[in-house]
């Protein structure tokens, strides 16, 4: 999706120009069911893409993305292949197919949603020149990545930040954004960094003020 929008603003991309993060002439599959996998399926026709198929593990009734997504997808041409989960890449130095098993829907786990169980003996193959897995995604290690061993994190990985001021549990340290909340916004990451200025302002302000006192 980085190297789309930066071509698109012109940029030179290297990766997007040499095809590896081209869909152009592809038979492209995006794994995933959420607003991510539908970003990335209508790219892909944007680009251009010979074919363009989505692998869901639920339904379409209890996929997290929005449903006009799902149809607007649809009507460019993407094909969902519901109730299917990958299994196995195939392909000599570049993948060139995908082992797949099918799904069947039991009983609703705690997010309500139905549980995805596989079928047995239901593995069929989809051709694929490129797959994308729209999975979402989890923070880093942060303390580490930051070589800060106090820097406090939640039980999701995200900092510890104080919403009001966006000041982390390290004084003069502070944070804002999807490395907070998680997977979010951009009006809340917008809000949150507003916020933050003005708390790293008063604090500096402060600070200048002991310095003369
Ligand atoms: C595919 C996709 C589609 C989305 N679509 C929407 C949408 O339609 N509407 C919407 O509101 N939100 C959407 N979002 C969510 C939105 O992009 C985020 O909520 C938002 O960008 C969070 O802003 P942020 O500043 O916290 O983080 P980011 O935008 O991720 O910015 C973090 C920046 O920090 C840089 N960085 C990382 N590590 C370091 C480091 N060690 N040193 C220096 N720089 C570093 C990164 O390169 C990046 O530029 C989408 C997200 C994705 C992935």
């Known amino acids: 999706m980085t190297a789309s929008n930066k071509k698109g603003l012109g940029d030179k991309v290297e990766l997007f120009d040499d095809g590896t993060l081209n869909a152009k002439d592809k038979d492209v599959v995006v794994i995933g069911g959420g607003d ?3 970003d990335c399926v209508r790219t892909s026709i944007r680009q251009d893409a010979k074919s363009v198929k989505c692998l869901y593990r639920r339904d379409k009734v209890n996929m997290p993305g929005s449903a006009r997504e799902v149809a607007n997808a649809e009507e ?3 094909e969902f292949v519901w109730l299917s989960s990958p299994k196995k890449f195939k392909g ?3 993948v060139e197919s995908l082992l797949v098993d099918k799904i069947e829907l039991g009983d609703p786990d705690e997010s309500g949603r139905r549980k995805p169980i596989i079928k047995e003996n239901s593995e ?10 729209a999975l979402g995604f989890d923070p880093e290690e942060l ?5 800060e061993e106090r820097l406090q994190v939640t039980k ?9 001021t966006m000041e982390t549990n390290i004084p003069g340290v502070f944070a804002a954004g999807d490395i907070v909340r998680g997977a979010s916004l ?12 003005l708390s790293i302002s008063n604090y500096l302000q402060l600070k200048q003020k002991q310095k003369v006192a």
């Open 92 to 94: 000599t130095n570049k």
């Open 143 to 147: 303390p580490k990545l930051f070589q």
């Open 186 to 197: 951009v009006v809340w990451a917008i809000k949150d960094g507003r916020d933050a200025a």
């Open 124 to 133: 069929f193959e989809i051709k694929a020149d490129l797959v994308i897995k």
């Open 36 to 38: 991510t996998a539908m």
């Open 76 to 78: 460019e041409g993407v």
């Open 156 to 164: 999701w990985g995200t900092i510890k930040a104080d919403f009001d």
